[in-house]
């Protein structure tokens, strides 16, 4: 799908915050505790956790508050609630600080009733970009500054959509011209940061502070020509439950006066836009995308989650034709959350699981977990990575077709994406894939999830759209290993081609100590053309190169190679007997990926150079085992 702005798509209310849907304990070592259950940003399971807010609030300076410390300014530091800043760069956001024409804003207190400029706090996210007259909307930070935003929930955009005259963005065009320009760039050796208060010490979720965009605001944060930018400890969202794509659209966001409370995406990127951090951040509930735009270098992502987004969860298509990213533009990722894409959130949120209505190609969706432009440059590092029951890919860098990129994924886990979990591009010419987890149970979206508002799926049906469970495409002389792996799934197995040329004589495969598991699934029976399991399907295209062996296949209709055992049940810890075939989507739900003590898997592999631990980061025995435990 091309990407659009709408060019006018066209206070406080109940926090909106990400929900967590626990439906059993499963055998995930310290990554997760449930196929079904939300993961933290540390990768650890997160219980039943409840769903709540930090409340209501009004003039957007409600909420949890945190007076943390501080000083005069001038000199030395100010610590607050995490890490210490040189207080000749700081500017803070606080419920009790004041205007531009009572605070400074470059002291961490709170103003106090009195006469002339005090040296305190703002009270409002919005005054660090909009002094209240007709005058652009301009940074009051510099390059290499750093923002403290205690409290909140803030609110970004108009205080109101009924009618263009507002406080803010006074002469801007309207309630969704309203939007932050982007951050200041900092400089290699001085980045520029807007933290959350809890930034030091902000892995649990709900340690972050809120910005929220409202009445039709294209993004709640700009990075776009951003460079040597540290975004950190924030939760980005909306406060509407409105959609802008599908058919029919359930309920549809209001593109005029009066408008709805909503933003369109997230954070917004371009071509410019390199050396950021981003960290421990929470994007959700967008009518359009969590992250959207090009980059022109790195972007380093630890701990982020985007998540019931009506269009992607990060996507590097803003719909410009041809490359839009520089040829070194990576993203470094670990503990990167991909989840719920193409569903739109409820709010206010009653549901363990908000999903609310989902949409697919065939009704106008596009729910990728992290999708790329046609053709484009990226190279991607995924480590210790969730792509989750997004109704497309889990994570599609099928597009990257130009230049030389690397794809690295790593002790990650793909669970009921609607598409391929995985699909890689011609031009990652370097391919590593070890120690992954694959639920490939792309149709379980077609029956009720508990804790899910059962209108979910009633604009959902291409179910295992791509009929492959994992799809890779070669150039000549790319080396790709897939090691250690373990996939459970219902289409077939691998798609393997030559891109370009289509003859790739000097590319090179390994695939070692995978283990698979099919189940024939009656949602998709008409996939295995007249037989009765999926297929295997390894080919390597081109006359190349390929090593395989100590695998295991089971139940699939064809075996892989010489050296690979399939005939032999792997034997999983409470492994579901749905053998011939699976009734019920949920009966995957409890999959314990564990091996029993006596599957064959265990000390069936081989050493794999370099890969010293399995998925729960313990030490590869000797033999190893077969699969990512």
Not at 381 to 388: G, Q
Request: charged letters at 10%; a negative charge.
């Amino acid at each position: 799908m091309r990407r659009t702005r709408l060019a006018h798509v066209s206070s406080q209310g109940q926090t909106r915050r990400g929900a967590v849907l626990l439906v059993t304990s499963l055998g995930l070592g310290s990554a997760c505790t449930s196929i079904l259950g939300t993961f933290d940003d540390n990768g650890a399971g997160m219980g039943g956790t409840s769903v709540g807010g930090r409340g209501a609030g009004t003039g957007g300076t409600s909420g949890t508050t945190s007076s943390g410390s501080g000083g005069s300014g001038g000199s030395g530091t100010s610590s607050g609630s995490g890490g210490s800043i040189p207080l000749a760069n700081a500017w803070y956001v606080r419920p009790n600080g004041g205007t531009r024409s009572q605070c400074t804003g470059r002291a961490d207190a709170d103003y106090q009733a009195g006469s002339g400029v005090q040296a305190c706090a703002f009270n409002d996210f919005r005054l660090l970009y909009d002094d209240h007259t007709s005058s652009p909307l301009t940074w009051v930070i510099a390059a290499g500054d750093a923002v403290v935003v205690r409290g909140g929930p803030w609110r970004v955009g108009f205080d109101q959509g009924a009618s263009a005259t507002d406080a803010w963005c006074v002469g801007q065009g309207g309630a969704d011209a309203c939007t932050p320009p982007p951050i200041p760039s900092g400089t290699a050796a001085q980045h520029t940061r807007i933290l959350g208060e809890n930034y030091a010490s902000c892995a649990a979720a709900s340690a972050r502070t809120q910005l929220h965009g409202g009445y039709g605001i294209h993004h709640v944060l700009s990075l776009a020509g951003s460079a040597y930018v540290d975004v950190q400890c924030l939760e980005l969202t909306d406060h509407s439950p409105c959609s802008l794509i599908g058919t029919p659209l359930v309920s549809p966001c209001s593109a005029g006066y009066p408008y709805d409370d909503f933003a369109q995406s997230g954070l917004e990127t371009s071509v410019g836009t390199h050396d950021v951090t981003l960290e421990d951040l929470d994007i959700h509930g967008f009518p359009f995308f969590g992250i959207l735009g090009h980059l022109g270098g790195v972007v380093t992502a630890t701990r982020v989650r985007s998540a019931y987004n009506g269009a992607d969860g990060w996507s590097l298509d803003d719909g410009t034709a041809g490359p839009g990213n520089t040829p070194d533009a990576a993203i470094n990722a670990s503990y990167l959350t991909l989840e719920w894409n193409g569903c739109n959130e409820q709010y206010p949120i009653v549901s363990t699981n908000p999903a609310v209505s989902c949409y697919d190609g065939a009704s106008g969706g596009d729910g990728e977990g992290l999708d790329t432009a046609n053709p484009d440059y990226l190279s991607l590092s995924c480590d210790h990575c969730v792509a989750r029951y997004n109704t497309k890919s889990g994570i599609d860098t099928g597009h990257v077709g130009v230049g030389t990129n690397t794809l690295k994924i790593t002790n990650s886990t793909f669970v009921g994406n609607m598409a391929t979990p995985l699909t890689s591009g011609p031009n990652e010419t370097t391919v590593i894939l070890e120690n992954n987890l694959v639920l490939a149970n792309c149709a379980r979206m077609a029956q009720a999830i508990p804790g899910t508002p059962s209108t979910f799926n009633q604009y959902l049906t291409q179910w295992c759209r791509s009929k492959v469970t994992w799809s890779f495409s070669f150039l000549d002389g790319s080396t790709a290993r897939i090691a250690n792996n373990t996939v459970v799934a219902y289409e077939d197995l691998y798609q393997i081609s030559c891109g370009g040329t289509g003859n790739c004589p000097t590319s090179t495969l390994t695939l070692q100590n995978n283990l698979h598991l099919a189940y024939a699934d009656q949602v998709v029976y008409a996939d295995y053309g007249g037989q009765a399991h999926p297929a295997t399907a390894l080919l390597m295209p081109g006359g190349g190169t390929m090593t395989e062996d100590h695998n295991i296949f089971f139940n699939f209709r064809n075996c892989g190679g010489a050296g690979d055992l399939c005939t032999m049940d792997p034997l999983f810890v409470g492994e579901p007997s749905a053998i011939p075939e699976l009734t019920a989507e949920s009966l995957l739900d409890d999959f314990n990926f564990m091996l029993d003590p006596t599957s064959p898997a265990r000390g069936a592999g081989v050493a794999i150079p370099g890969l010293t631990t399995n998925y729960a980061g313990t030490p590869t025995p000797s033999p190893p085992d077969i699969g990512a435990y």
